[in-house]
């Protein structure tokens, strides 16, 4: 039984899960987790560059998971970056100042890897997997959707569609105005139109991963505290989705947090929301089921993998 830290580090949040990896029963068992909104990805859309500001915050965040690494005895930290660090011209420059600072090295995954990783992640576990499902994972800087079972994928796409890189692109404000939610509905709709057509033979079964799902779960569930456990593995229905867009497209900034929205997420739920109702609208996906699972899974899995072929 080998103890280790998996972090990923996304265009809004950074998540750490510590693991016990047991390649003798070929399995993994989650210790605990952490997560923290970095929001690292800020107007990288725009400047393609993670200012300081938010390579700070990173640095901060690392350190405070490496401490509680080091309090759980882990073995290793593996950590690995997305669509925020991908686009980044100065990506370098960040991964080798967090290397000095933090001593946690960073591999950048492409959009292929992510998909792949967050795709066996968002089902470890689970038991009851159909033959076919499709797994959808909704990011700050990009959204993921991948095809397969646990044997094969499919079909595998990552497309510049995330929650904060829209918001910075279209809304000014929150609400915001009709002509900026409808600009945005039609990027959407541009993006995923020509891409959904070969997750069709998917559409019956459909998971999905990251904070924008959770939090949409949360906020359809109406319970004042969110509860990781009372949200894996619960259904999300089209009619709940498409009527929480109408809720939050009209709500302020200061509405949103109200309803148990943390500060971080807020600001770029709504955009989330619009991403995932026009997933399920154009490719007629009736409910998702949700898993508070995901990429930093899919690393711990990976890993699991590489201890079962040393053995």
């Known amino acids: ?37 970095v929001r690292l990805g800020k107007n990288v859309d725009e400047q393609k560059i993670i200012d300081h500001a938010a390579m700070q915050r990173l640095i901060q965040c690392l350190l405070d998971f490496k401490e509680f690494s080091k309090e759980n005895e882990t073995e290793g930290i593996i950590a690995a970056g997305t669509s925020a660090l991908r686009d980044a011209k100065n990506r370098m420059e960040i991964i080798d100042e967090v290397v000095m600072s933090s001593g946690i090295v960073i591999k950048t995954l492409t959009g292929e890897e992510e998909a792949g990783l967050a795709f066996k992640g968002a089902v470890a576990g689970m038991t009851d997997l159909p033959d076919m499902f499709t797994v959808i994972d909704i990011g700050g800087g990009s959204t993921e959707i991948t095809m397969g079972n646990l044997d094969t994928i499919r079909q595998s796409i990552s497309l510049d569609i995330g929650s904060v890189r829209l918001t910075e692109r279209f809304f000014t404000s929150h609400p915001p105005s009709e002509t900026e939610f409808l600009a945005a509905r039609k990027e959407i709709n541009e993006k995923l139109t020509g891409a959904l057509e070969p997750f069709f033979s998917g559409r019956e079964s459909v998971y999905g991963v990251a904070g924008t799902l959770t939090t949409i779960a949360h906020l359809v569930s109406g319970e004042k505290e969110f509860d990781p456990e009372k949200i894996h593995n619960t259904t999300l229905h089209y009619d709940d989705v498409r009527q929480l867009l109408d809720e939050l497209r009209s ?19 709504t955009m ?9 609208r154009l490719l007629g996906v009736t409910h998702v089921r949700v898993s508070i699972q995901g990429l930093r899974y899919g690393l711990a899995l990976k890993e699991l993998q590489k201890l079962l072929a040393e053995q």
């Open 1 to 37: 039984m080998k103890r280790f830290s998996f972090i990923d580090i996304g265009t809004n949040t950074a998540l750490l899960l510590i693991a016990d990896l047991d390649p003798a029963e070929n399995r993994l068992v989650a210790v605990a987790h952490r997560q923290t909104i």
């Open 251 to 269: 709500s302020s900034l200061e509405q949103i947090l109200e309803r148990g929205v943390p500060e971080g997420r807020a600001d770029v739920i």
């Open 272 to 280: 989330g929301t619009l991403i995932l109702h026009q997933f399920m």
